[in-house]
């Protein structure tokens, strides 16, 4: 059973363009969660998706980010016109449906650096 | 809100020392308790848990004790590793939502 699978793993954007990263659940989980971790910093909590619904996105900046779980395909944390302060690594993690609390795994994370 | 508060780092350590990182945390009701463990360029990893006041959770030498009373869940092994180098994360979920709190992270360099 694979893991939690991001990419691409590093990312190299110019101010003002656009980064999008990816993030394949494990499988049968339904639950997606995204931390960024800016750094020499903890990880900060962003948005927990599930299937089609945005569950809780207290964490998301309110401006050019915005995050998909769409029926088929992976999930996808989109950011516009980066700046150099989004550059971070951004942690997608899963679980599985049900239950009190679900152990979530994480995945190996998308390194993003905005020149 | 939910907090957790880790000691800072770095800690630097010889091999086979006795490693401590303190953890306390804040929160409404009895949370479960988690260290998660990120090695270099990787992800994180569950690496123990407690799910209710004076459970130890164990897992390759580590160990940390749910303490209700002190609001704390100290991370401890008695003989580090060259292998255990790595940022260790104290965190709690909230149920309402399933996200996790994190400390700000410990990190370890064991040398040999």
């Known amino acids: 059973n694979a893991g939690v699978m991001q990419n691409p793993r590093h990312l190299v954007r110019r101010r003002g363009q656009e980064a999008r990263l990816r993030c394949s659940p494990m499988k049968g989980h339904s639950h997606v969660y995204w931390y960024r971790q800016l750094p020499e910093e903890g990880l900060k909590f962003m948005v927990y998706l599930q299937k089609e619904n945005i569950i809780d996105e207290s964490g998301m900046p309110k401006e050019r980010f915005s995050a998909e779980f769409p029926k088929e395909g992976p999930s996808i944390l989109r950011i516009q016109q980066v700046v150099r302060g989004d550059s971070a690594a951004y942690f997608c993690a899963s679980s599985p449906p049900g239950g009190f609390y679900n152990e979530q795994f994480f995945g190996p994370g998308t390194r993003l650096t905005v020149l | 809100g939910d907090s957790v508060t880790q000691m800072e780092g770095p800690v630097t350590l010889s091999e086979e020392a006795f490693l401590t990182i303190n953890c306390t945390y804040t929160?409404?009701?009895?949370?479960?308790l988690f260290w998660y463990v990120q090695y270099p360029g990787e992800g994180l990893q569950l690496l123990l848990k407690?799910?209710?006041?004076?459970d130890k959770g164990s897992n390759k030498g580590f160990e940390a004790t749910y303490r209700k009373e002190t609001t704390s869940f100290h991370l401890e092994k008695g003989s580090v590793q060259v292998s255990d180098s790595a940022v260790y994360f104290c965190a709690l979920p909230k149920a309402a939502g399933n996200k996790l709190t994190f400390g700000g992270g410990t990190r370890v360099l064991v040398k040999p």
């Open positions: 407690a799910t209710k006041a004076d």
């Open positions: 929160a409404t009701g009895y949370p479960s």
